[in-house]
């Protein structure tokens, strides 16, 4: 940016002034935060999207990264960071016409910029997510001459573990990454047409990301059913990459995992195989054998750590799902 700090220290001999004060040096900081003239500016602007206490930061990019961080519903998000880079824009523009065409700097047709810009979004993109039906957004898209989309109202989904038919064995996997990608662990339980747990288990991996730790978690639950004997094996998952995978009968996993994965594919002859997804509301056990804090292994019976939650699913427990 041709600020007039950067043109003199290319060799350009030039006063080092900001037009709109006319008495600071220029640099990119006075421009847009730190000038006199510009600060009445984003203080409307901030108190348009109730947010004032941004104004404490101690330059632009200070202000920018607080900016950025801010919670908010879709819609407002979205013209809040185009009206701050709006209010960028339209201080440059405002600059460089008070130096080329002799305009005196005018806080009003500065906003009025900013107001235009949001107008222009408002008629060319229409999907501009929704606000959270709160008063306080509806008094920010109020004071930016913004009409409000409703969200959704929520749709409420009832969640539950229901046991297999007899013979099938059921297992209910999981897998985690702690970064991605991260260390990664995974697990999983075995139930029968009872509900009883069968056995569980849990392993560890090295570097990877979450959905690796899902597929890990299906190869290994088809290993120790073939070990032991169950030959109608019901699993499932809230991985929807996984389900899917597997519904599909692709091979498109990762190269390390391809032989494996093929195993499982292509199951011998008089073994059943039978997918399903669950949310994870309703995969709770498998979500505490996944836990990365649990020491390695394969138990032959139901641990103490899932206890509850395996009674739970027993007794048909619902939970509920909420989602817009």
Known sequence: MPTYDRLIKHGLIIPNWF???QRDAETPDHIFWNCDSVRPSWHTFCIWFGFPE????????????????????TQVSKYWKA??????????????????????FCQRRLLHLV?????EMEMNFKKLGHMDNSWEDYMVLRNIGIKGRAAPPPT????????????????????????????????????DHWGWVRGCFHYKHSMGYAFEAELL???????????????????????????????KRSEDVPWRFKASWAG????????????????????????LMANPSREEGWWPHEIEEIKHAARQDMAVHSFVRVSR
């Open 19 to 21: 037009i709109f004060c």
């Open 54 to 73: 941004a104004l404490s930061s101690a330059d632009i990019n200070s202000f920018l990264v607080l900016a950025w961080d801010r919670k908010m519903s």
């Open 83 to 104: 009206g701050i880079i709006a209010m960028i824009w339209a201080i440059w523009n405002q600059r460089n016409k008070c130096i080329f065409d002799n305009y005196k």
């Open 115 to 119: 107001r235009v810009a949001f107008m």
């Open 156 to 191: 409420f989904i009832s969640v539950s573990w229901w046991p297999p038919t007899a013979p099938w064995m059921k297992v209910n996997t999981d897998g985690s990454a702690l970064g991605a990608p991260g260390a990664l662990s995974y697990g999983g339980v075995f139930r």
């Open 217 to 247: 978690a299906v190869i290994t639950a088809f290993r120790i059913a073939r070990a032991r004997n169950w030959n109608n094996l019901w699993i499932e998952s809230d991985s929807t990459y996984v389900v899917g995978l597997l519904r």
């Open 264 to 287: 499982v594919l292509s199951s011998p002859t008089g073994f059943q195989l039978y997918i399903t997804h669950i949310y994870r509301e309703g995969n709770q056990v498998a979500d």
